[in-house]
Every structure is written in structure tokens, then in C-alpha cells.
């Protein structure tokens, strides 16, 4: 399962190979339970892209449109989407406790990114600033094994994160 950090900041190549951006964003209609991914943000040298999600894929190393970029007719967020890097670090409560979102846990099932919920354990800080691995290692050199602190998308209460 992919988790945004992971998807942040990746290359977008179009259809034919060249490279169009970075990934910068992703946004979401926060209502449902596991809210779809509809759309991304790619930063372009030509400034901010909205696209829609489902006009692009995910590969290992980057991710590509389904298409030139050319031809995507280009998108504006409605009012009521919420971009998941403004969470990223967001103070917020879950059963009553004050916790830290360090990452977005996402999964791809039948062509829908979906968010399933927020990291807010130290393995998902350490996934986001790149340490994971080592941090991993002296754990485990240690006798330990740090879980994932995952809290279910809808049982997460936010502050003000609305940035469109």
C-alpha cells in the first residue's frame, strides 16, 4: 500500500515519456469514510496542474499520464476538496487523544486511490523524512520492532486543514 510521502514529490512523465512535473499534492472530497483520491497536483515550469487522478498510474519509480498533458483539459479544486499535504504534520484527536499526523496511508483497489487512514507514529515521521530504513535497522539491532500507529480515516478529528 502506498502512503503519500511515498507519492509526494515522485516525477510525472506524460504518455510519451518526458517528463511534465512533480507530484505535489493530492486532494480528496473529506466526507466519505475513505475518500477517493480525485485529483493531483503536479508543479510544472509552468506553475500549478490540477488533473485528475484517474489520468494517472502509478509505476515504480514515478508516476505517468495516461495521456499528454496537453490534452487533459485543466481542472480547478472545488471549495470542498481537502489536499492531504495540508494534513501532514496537522494536530488532531483520535478516541480522545491528541496525536500528530506524520503520514496519509493510501491503497489502489479497482482503479480508486483511496485514503484509508493517518500514520501518526514515529514510523511514518521517519517515512517522510527518508530515515525508515535506517531507523528500522537500529530497532531491529536494538531487540525492536516499531509498529505502524495507523488511525482509521473517519475516526480522525482535524483542525482547520482546508487549504485549496
Given amino acids: 500500500m502506498p502512503y503519500f510521502s511515498s507519492l509526494q514529490h515522485r516525477r510525472v512523465l506524460d504518455a510519451g515519456g518526458d517528463a511534465v512535473g512533480r507530484l505535489t499534492d493530492l486532494a480528496v472530497v473529506p466526507g466519505e469514510q475513505l475518500p477517493v483520491v480525485r485529483w493531483a497536483v503536479i508543479a510544472t515550469g509552468a506553475g500549478e496542474r490540477v488533473v485528475r487522478w484517474r489520468d494517472l498510474a502509478i509505476e515504480p519509480a514515478h508516476l505517468r499520464l495516461r495521456r499528454r498533458l496537453e490534452g487533459i483539459p485543466p481542472e480547478a479544486l472545488p471549495g470542498e ?73 473517519h475516526e480522525l478529528a482535524l483542525g482547520e486543514c482546508r487549504v485549496s
Fill in 81 to 153: 476538496a481537502l489536499r492531504l499535504a495540508s494534513v501532514l504534520d496537522a494536530d488532531a484527536t483520535a478516541g480522545g487523544a491528541a496525536v500528530k499526523v506524520n503520514d496519509l496511508r493510501l491503497e489502489e483497489t479497482a482503479g480508486e486511490l483511496r485514503l484509508l487512514g493517518a500514520d501518526v507514529g514515529w514510523r511514518g515521521l521517519w517515512r517522510r523524512i527518508g530515515l525508515e530504513g535506517a531507523a528500522l535497522l537500529v530497532a531491529r539491532l536494538a531487540g525492536r520492532r516499531p509498529a505502524e500507529t495507523l488511525v482509521p480515516w
